[in-house]
T-cell receptor
Framework: EAAVTQSPRNKVAVTGGKVTLSCNQT?????MYWYRQDTGHGLRLIHY???????EKGDIPDGYKASRPSQENFSLILELATPSQTSVYFC???????????FGPGTRLLVL | GEQVEQLPSILRVQEGSSASINCTYE??????FPWYKQEPGENPKLIID?????ERKQTQGLIVLLDKKAKRFSLHITDTQPGDSAMYFC???????????FGDGTVLTVKP
C-alpha cells in the first residue's frame, strides 16, 4: 500500500491566521488530492494535482490554495483561516494508470 | 460535476446477517466505483472496487454489484461481524477528470 504521510496531525489556529498542511508520498504517484471530511458530508475534494507544478481546483476550493513543488509533496494553504474551515483534512495519492487512491492519516484542524 | 447519493446513512444489523448499502450516480460516463471503510479516528481504506466493464465482484465476504443502466451500485457484506462496524463510503470516478466523488457515508453497526 502507498505510504502517505501528513503533518501536522493536529493543529489549532486562530481566525485570520495562515495555516499550511503538508502531505508527502513515497510511491512516486503522479496524482495527489486534498479532501476535507465533515459530519454529514463525507469526503469533499478541495484541490488536486496531476504532477509537480500542477494544481487544479476541486469541488470546494474557495478559501484554499494548493502547492505541488515536487512529485512527493503537496501542500494545502489556508491564507486566512476561518472557523468554518475547522475539519479533518485528508491527503491522498494515486497513480495515473491505476484507479485506487491511498489516503494519509488525516489532520485535525481547529480554527478558533 | 458528478453527484453520488448513498443510502442508508445509518444501518444496524445483527451479527451473522447481511448488510447492504446502495449508491446512485448521475454521470453515465463514470467508469470506476470504489468502496472505502473508515474506522473511528482512522483514514479511509479501500475494501473493494468495480469497473464499468463488470457487473459483479466478490472478495472475502464482500459483494459489489453494478447496474449501469440504472446508474446504481451496491455493497453487500455477508455474515457480518462486529469488526465490520465502521463508516463505509462509496465513490464514483468520471472518465473526463479522473476525480472521485464520494457519497456521504453509511455508519454500519453490527450488534453481537
Amino acid at each position: 500500500e502507498a505510504a502517505v504521510t501528513q503533518s501536522p496531525r493536529n493543529k489549532v489556529a486562530v481566525t485570520g491566521g495562515k495555516v499550511t498542511l503538508s502531505c508527502n508520498q513515497t510511491n512516486n504517484h503522479n496524482n495527489m488530492y486534498w479532501y476535507r471530511q465533515d459530519t454529514g458530508h463525507g469526503l469533499r475534494l478541495i484541490h488536486y494535482s496531476y504532477g509537480a507544478g500542477s494544481t487544479e481546483k476541486g469541488d470546494i476550493p474557495d478559501g484554499y490554495k494548493a502547492s505541488r513543488p515536487s512529485q512527493e509533496n503537496f501542500s494545502l494553504i489556508l491564507e486566512l483561516a476561518t472557523p468554518s474551515q475547522t475539519s479533518v483534512y485528508f491527503c491522498a495519492s494515486g497513480d495515473v494508470n491505476q484507479d485506487t487512491q491511498y489516503f494519509g492519516p488525516g489532520t485535525r484542524l481547529l480554527v478558533l | 460535476g458528478e453527484q453520488v447519493e448513498q443510502l442508508p446513512s445509518i444501518l444496524r444489523v445483527q451479527e451473522g446477517s447481511s448488510a447492504s448499502i446502495n449508491c446512485t450516480y448521475e454521470n453515465s460516463a463514470s467508469n470506476y466505483f470504489p468502496w472505502y471503510k473508515q474506522e473511528p479516528g482512522e483514514n479511509p481504506k479501500l475494501i473493494i472496487d468495480i469497473r464499468s466493464n463488470m457487473e459483479r465482484k466478490q472478495t472475502q465476504g464482500l459483494i459489489v454489484l453494478l447496474d449501469k443502466k440504472a446508474k446504481r451500485f451496491s455493497l453487500h457484506i455477508t455474515d457480518t461481524q462486529p469488526g465490520d462496524s465502521a463508516m463505509y463510503f462509496c465513490a464514483a470516478r468520471g472518465t473526463n477528470t479522473g476525480k472521485l466523488t464520494f457519497g456521504d457515508g453509511t455508519v454500519l453497526t453490527v450488534k453481537p
